[in-house]
Nanobody
Framework: VQLQASGGGWVQAGGSLRLSCEAS????????MGWFRQAPGKEREFVAA????????YYADSVKGRFTISRDNGEPTVNLQMNRLKPEDTAVYYC??????????????????WGRGTQVTVSS
């Protein structure tokens, strides 16, 4: 599967952005689709994930209640709506997949098919 993230940009604290991850090349019902982020000097961390078929969702505590992950009906796209953004949300955001057969984890090393990330910058 190939993934391409888009939608990043610059926003003031308290603002919103919507990221999209377009997928191609495989049967997506097999996967968890995840969003991760990496800030300068920090390790990559889990943000949110969704099960393609059941639409079950998972969130990091730091974004719960502010971010919403969803997928489009009929389109191979997963979205991340980010509201009430904070300066600490500044990072490069990536999407990736994990086969459902292996069970869900939040570890970046358990996901694959990393697309090129998209930069999100939140100013205070």
């Amino acid at each position: 599967v190939q993934l391409q993230a888009s939608g990043g940009g610059w926003v003031q604290a308290g603002g919103s952005l919507r990221l999209s991850c377009e997928a191609s090349g495989d049967t997506f019902s097999k996967y968890y689709m995840g969003w991760f982020r990496q800030a300068p000097g920090k390790e990559r961390e889990f943000v949110a994930a969704i099960t393609w078929t059941t639409r079950s969702t998972y969130y990091a505590d730091s974004v719960k209640g502010r971010f919403t992950i969803s997928r489009d009906n009929g389109e191979p796209t997963v979205n991340l709506q980010m509201n009430r953004l904070k300066p600490e949300d500044t990072a490069v955001y990536y999407c990736a997949v994990r086969l459902r057969a292996y069970g869900f984890t939040r570890q970046p090393s358990d996901f694959r098919s990393w697309g090129r990330g998209t930069q999100v910058t939140v100013s205070s």
